[in-house]
């Protein structure tokens, strides 16, 4: 039986790289998009999103859909209610993410609204959060559920589109993940060491039963409860990185890409005393996120 590593492993080894670190990792993944670019449409609609916690910057996404024509979105949860789970998306007219209008959504994310949103089914790709994947395109998001939500009718139906690409650093590939009848695969996946595809519409389950309210809730559904009561951004984010068990490190070196470990561990004395207080600020904390 397969068990999934706990997210906040991965979510700790993000936020130890530097933003120097960061941006050259996404450079060298959009080296990949060429190949992507060979499956889309001229003036292709592309659905990216924040990288708000330590995530592979996402920047590099909105450059090259600006160079080639292509229209960029970003997610927008909750426009028909809190209720709803579906994300629709609104263009983005920014060069820049940072420059992009925004309030902070009750789950911790910024959001920018229009009334020009579309839905899933509307977008050519959506380039996908993730905290965990494996080798076969099985996604681990952070338990709310809402891509799994809003893809999940267009894969079950075998629908060509929108493709489901994920987006993340090499260290968060895993040989296998548990996964639900319910749970939507990659169809790629973009690092910065490759682009792979993945043959997932083959395996679509059609007999897999349609989960019930119980089986669909997660401790998502009860963040936006608590996060309203927090005050700043810097609680915020505290209780994004906090809800998840300690790791052993024989757990960790046990789903942790080994040499991209090995390098990470390798940094500097002064890298990593500088970062020694934040780290352990989220040392006993909560975790959660909306994807």
């Not at 960061?22 to 609609?45: E, F, I, Y």
């Not at 229009?114 to 099985?138: H, M, T």
């Not at 939507?184 to 910065?192: A, K, S, W, Y």
Request: glycine share 6%.
């Amino acid at each position: 039986m397969t068990t999934n590593p706990p997210r906040r492993q991965f979510t700790r080894l993000r936020r130890r790289l530097t933003a120097n670190q960061r941006r050259q990792l996404a450079r060298d993944a959009s080296l990949h998009l060429v190949k992507l670019q060979q499956r889309l449409p001229a003036n292709a609609r592309i659905g990216i999103y924040y990288d708000g916690f330590g995530e592979l910057p996402t920047q590099p996404l909105l450059d090259w859909c600006q160079r080639l024509n292509y229209q960029a979105y970003l997610p927008v949860v909750g426009s028909l209610g809190n209720d709803d789970k579906r994300l629709r998306f609104v263009p983005i007219y920014h060069s820049k993410l940072l420059n992009v209008p925004t309030r902070i959504h009750s789950l911790g994310m910024p959001q920018n609204h229009s009334r020009k949103l579309l839905w899933a089914r509307e977008l050519d790709v959506i380039i996908c959060p993730l905290v965990a994947v494996d080798r076969e395109g099985n996604r681990m998001g952070m338990g709310g559920g809402f891509y799994d939500t809003t893809l999940g009718k267009a894969y079950r139906s075998g629908a060509k589109k929108p493709l489901r690409v994920g987006w993340c650093y090499d260290f968060q590939v895993v040989d296998k993940l548990e996964s639900q009848p319910w749970d939507v695969p990659l169809d790629g996946l973009i690092t910065p060491s490759e682009l792979r595809w993945f043959d997932n519409n083959a395996q679509i389950n059609t007999s897999a039963k349609t989960p019930s309210a119980d089986e669909k809730s997660s401790s998502a559904d009860t963040v936006d409860t608590y996060l309203q009561t927090l005050g700043n951004d810097d609680a915020r984010e505290m209780l994004y990185y906090s809800q998840e068990q300690n790791f052993s490190s024989d757990e960790l070196s046990s789903v942790i890409n080994e040499a991209r470990l090995n390098e990470l561990l390798a940094q500097s004395d002064e890298f990593l005393n500088s970062l020694g207080d934040e780290i352990e600020g989220f040392e006993d904390d909560s975790d959660e996120d909306y994807y």
